[in-house]
């Protein structure tokens, strides 16, 4: 039985009492108000005068009454004390620990606001194997966050400390409100320059504003899912594929993407060169400029530096291979 149960317990069999000790006056002859005033003060054992003398049956009644209602009191107060004492302590000692939590974490990823768009995100970084903190206003809401969870307004400066945004290497503002992404857009790129910001838009007029306040990359959810679903109409085994490629984690195949580290053996070569399917098995599909753009279906000749992100489809080891190759120092 939780506190909880046993003090609304407590609390009934106190009501009781109460209604059986002023019905038992009412018996012996007290008004309404008088039976229930000399009931209060005898539970309570405040100890004013009787309001009438008592007979040999009221006496003996009293007495009953004190020994029902005294202990039923003491027992109601004290699970009263319990439960918000405990209640108290589990809530302070449960956010140390979730503090704890989040200070043991670095380069994990920061979701702020839980909602559908939310669970989404957090549900597919962690598929991924990437480490999460969520951030939003509804403690209640937090309740099966199966991560670390920071309750608090995400547009705050000190509530983003919290989550260690300091040690993140990504930040999703996915609030409802696009103003509110906008705020934390720029309380976190002014706490962690180099942090990795998503952005939630809901209008097209807030997308310049959000780039200009620092978001890397900005994402309108009901503007991907209409061309997603455009796309099964025009392309649905193109856009299956890529779907089960992306999302599906039970197939062999990945698409990921690897960046190329500085003074690495592979930079200054050419794919050719390189060697890559034949040294790892994977197949390089794009390569990413630090400009941003993209040269798909590179030529063998096409040479590889330091900053290129490559884009590649393999097996899971042979993308390891790949992300070893390309990390690996000449």
């Not at 209640?140 to 307004?153: K, N, S, W």
């Not at 547009?155 to 290497?169: I, K």
């Not at 796309?231 to 089960?244: C, G, K, N, R, S």
């Amino acid at each position: 039985m939780n506190d909880w149960h046993r003090l609304r317990t407590a609390l009934a069999v106190l009501v009781v009492v109460m209604i059986v000790g002023t019905i038992g006056y009412v018996v012996l002859g007290f008004s309404g108000l008088d039976a229930f005033y000399q009931t209060v003060t005898t539970v309570t054992t405040v100890g004013f005068r009787e309001v009438h003398p008592l007979s040999d049956a009221g006496k003996v009644f009293t007495i009953v009454l004190i020994l029902l209602g005294v202990g039923t009191v003491l027992y109601a107060l004290g699970v009263l004390i319990q439960t918000l004492v405990e209640g108290e302590l589990r809530d302070v000692f449960g956010r140390r620990r979730m503090d704890r939590r989040i200070a043991d974490l670095d380069d994990h990823v920061i979701v702020c606001g839980w909602g559908r768009v939310g669970r989404a995100i957090a549900k597919d970084v962690a598929d991924g194997g990437g480490r999460l903190v969520v951030v939003d206003t509804n403690q209640d809401r937090l309740a099966d966050a199966p991560f670390p969870t920071v309750v608090g307004d995400a547009t705050d400066d000190e509530v983003l400390r919290r989550a260690g945004v300091a040690r993140a290497r990504a930040l999703v503002a996915a609030l409802d409100s696009d103003a509110g992404n906008l705020f934390v857009t720029l309380s976190a790129r002014a706490l962690h320059p180099e942090l990795f910001i998503v952005a939630r838009v809901r209008v097209e007029e807030s997308v310049e504003k959000l780039r200009r306040a620092g978001a890397d990359r900005i994402v309108n959810p009901q503007s991907i899912g209409g061309a997603r679903m455009a796309a099964f109409v025009l392309q649905p085994h193109v856009t299956e594929f890529l779907d089960v490629v992306m999302h599906d984690r039970d197939i062999e195949f990945r698409l990921e993407e690897v960046v190329v580290a500085p003074g690495s053996t592979v930079a200054g070569r050419s794919l050719r060169e390189a060697q890559i399917r034949d040294r790892t098995g994977a197949l390089v599909l794009a390569l990413r400029e630090p400009d941003g753009s993209f040269s798909t279906n590179p030529s063998p000749e096409m040479r590889i530096e330091s900053g290129h992100v490559l884009i590649a489809i393999g097996t899971p080891g042979e993308l390891t291979a790949l992300a070893a190759l390309v990390g690996e120092r000449a």
